[in-house]
């Protein structure tokens, strides 16, 4: 760790242009390669907060946590949010002992680290609805430009694999290694079908209720159709090793059940649409995470870290 | 000249844990055994190595059927880039020990000198009374995460039933259970069942499935106990077994039924395309799994911050 902060600070002196005698005085800035890290990254006139922390050990990659649907940096980062009897801390603190680890705020994400949840105010908003391809574009330019070293295990959480699956065909060369986390499957509106695929989009995942951040028209909107399109017609999945994670409890929602479509059946499609991620590659290990609703990582840290850690390990250095 | 060297080590593993200072800090330095030990007057061979770590339960290796206790040393020679197999990975930070049962075979093919045989066939409860005599005469300090390969389960789940309080968790690999042969036809189990030869290791298949059966309806599995039930993907059956699809589904029944009824808690990992050998196919699977067992044996103050 302290050789890695040494050859960083040796690199930054490197590229201000060799001054000499003065070097590794002062130990380098936090930035996206190293140290505690936690401020807005300016992608071309807009700011996309960014936070990283830990240091790669030999032969360890970058893990980089992508949240769902909604969902700010929060959903993996705060600690208060692991629900016993949940064994071991946060996602992110347990992964910092080996790995650089880093997660962010999509624009128009819910800070629920904050009391009544509102949208972020540490990303600049910007026109809703986006596509998958609108955010892999900008992760990719978060994790450029704030230097956090590649490539990644991409660990994303629901909608966030599906970001996840398509930044790895559009940046192979970045990607070491994917986590699904109970995953937006591209096959979910297959197998459920046309009718029940529209009345599941409209009724859940694409919500509105009255009142709530969901209708601030800077909230996060996603058109999940032409995600699926893209992750379909886009390049092949990369020769990485990924893992599967799969709960076994029902979506926790206040929601009525869509129109045509139960609770129960939902949740077997959308476990059913996982198979998809399986078949990605050969020997994708699926771990069912035995009593966990959707977030995973509140539930069971142990078995998200487990997961990257094995995927890291199988991971080409 | 080598027992001695033996015995030595034995006396000086006795020794450190005996004087073995309570509490956490820097892992004591890994005592490796490899001795006989006797259990009622006939000898079993008994390895452990890693470092014994004070509040953190000793792994032991339960290989299946016919498998002495180098199988978890085992990796798929296809596995790219290779990763580390089961044993030697523990033992990197864990106290982990294996054994060879009598009439067990090694990797070279041979069947097992290091242990003296004992009457065939044996049942489950045979094993896990012989794992029980070897763990005590070894003096290998509890509780125990038993890793248990194919049969071995129902050896593993018989152990826990009748020492709980020795019993920290449980990795299922695998797993024979009570359902195993009886969802399938008898045409299929007696395609299943070896021929017997003299001194090799034989099972009672039935028996050991009664004895099973029974202690889960008396002392049922707590939900409580750190458990994963790791399946293979993949079945393997000998070629021109017949109604194959048949004898497929009825294997993922039976580890889907382990995992959410019997026993009930269970963290589930499928090995995707991995044959019946998940240790060897995917050792960093099962290390995986194991690992998760120690933390979740050991809690929150293992080093969480919640």
Known sequence: ?317 | MRRVVVALVSGCLLLLTACAPSGGGAAPPATDVATAVDVGGRRVWLECHGPARPGTPTVVLMSGFGNAGDIWDVVDPERTPPPEAVAPALARDTRVCAYDRPGSTRNDGSVTTRSDPAPQPRTAQDWASELDAVLTAGGVPGPYVLVAHSFGGLAARLYAAQHPDRTAGLVMVDSTTEETFALLSPEQQAVLTPPAVPGVEQIDVAASTDQVAASARERPHPATMPTWVVSAGVTEFPPDFPDLARAVEAQRTAQSNLATTTLPGSVHALADRSSHYVHVFDPDLVVRATRDVLARATGPSSGGTR
């Open chain 1, 1 to 317: 760790m302290t050789l890695t902060r040494a050859l960083v600070t040796v690199a930054a002196i490197l590229a201000l242009g060799g001054c000499g005698v003065t070097a590794g005085a002062t130990p380098a800035p936090p930035s996206g390669a190293s140290g505690e890290f936690a401020q807005g990254v300016d992608i071309g006139g807009r700011s996309v907060y960014l936070e990283c922390q830990g240091e790669n050990a030999p032969g360890r990659h970058t893990v980089v946590l992508i949240p769902g649907y909604h969902d700010s940096g929060d959903a993996w980062s705060i600690d208060e949010i692991i629900e016993p009897p949940a064994v071991g801390p946060a996602v992110p603190v347990a992964l910092a002992r080996e790995h650089r680890v880093c997660t962010y705020d999509r624009p128009g994400t819910l800070r629920i680290a904050l009391p009544g949840a509102p949208l972020t105010e540490r990303s600049t908003p910007v026109p809703q609805p986006r596509t998958a391809a609108d955010v892999v574009t900008e992760l990719h330019a978060v994790l450029t430009t704030a230097g956090v070293p590649g490539p990644y295990v991409l660990t994303g959480h629901s909608m966030g694999g599906l970001f996840a699956r398509l930044y790895a065909q559009t940046h192979p060369e970045q990607v070491a290694g994917v986590v699904f986390v109970d995953s937006f499957s591209p096959t979910v509106p297959t197998v459920l079908g046309p009718a029940k695929w529209a009345a599941y989009r409209d009724a859940y995942l694409n919500a509105v209720p009255p009142g709530t951040q969901l209708a601030d028209p800077a909230s996060e909107r996603i058109d999940v159709d032409a995600g699926v399109e893209q992750v379909r017609s886009g390049p092949t999945f990369p020769p990485v090793p990924i893992a599967v994670l799969t709960k076994t409890e029902p979506f926790q929602t206040t929601l009525p059940p869509p129109p045509g479509l139960t609770v129960e059946e939902l949740n077997r499609l959308y476990e059913d649409a996982q198979e998809d991620f399986i078949a990605l590659r050969p020997r994708t290990p699926q771990t069912i995470a035995t009593g966990d609703a959707h977030y995973i990582q509140w539930q069971s840290p142990d078995l998200v870290v487990g997961a990257t850690q094995l995927v890291d390990g199988r991971a080409r250095r």
